[in-house]
């Protein structure tokens, strides 16, 4: 079993800076595709970064140039840097991730989710 572990999420000004953590933890021999999703209230939810194992990065447009993701594939580590966070950016943010693990003895690719974690904006 997969675990993941999000950190860094807390309320800000408008302006402002947040740095979101995932943390994957279990038998993990690589991890494939790595993305953060955001919820606000009443929203679907969104994709709003993504990464994959070579470092090809995809964003929404309405964060490109402010947000950047990035990996740390020897710690199974990814992040989510926000600047200039806007109100429009408050919601909840969860981390994703595609890693080649093993499951009820099958060695295979598995999709993970975070339990999520809030960034408030405020103006």
């Known amino acids: 079993q997969v675990q993941l572990v999000e950190s860094g999420g807390g309320s800000v000004q408008a302006g402002g800076s947040l740095r979101l953590s995932c943390a994957a933890s279990?038998?993990?021999?690589?991890?494939?595709?790595m993305a953060w999703y955001r919820q606000a209230p009443g929203q679907r939810r969104e994709l709003v970064a993504s990464?994959?194992?070579?470092?090809?990065?995809n964003y929404a447009d309405s964060v490109k140039d402010r947000f950047t993701i990035s990996r740390d594939n020897g710690k199974n580590m990814v992040y989510l840097q926000m600047n200039s966070l806007k109100s429009e950016d408050a919601a909840v943010y969860y981390c994703?991730?595609?890693?080649?693990?093993?499951?009820?003895?099958?060695?295979?690719?598995?999709?993970?989710w975070g339990s999520g974690t809030q960034v408030t904006v405020s103006s």
């Open positions: 994703s991730v595609r890693v080649s693990t093993i499951v009820r003895g099958r060695r295979g690719e598995y999709d993970y």
């Open positions: 279990g038998i993990i021999f690589s991890m494939n595709y």
């Open positions: 990464i994959t194992s070579d470092g090809s990065t």
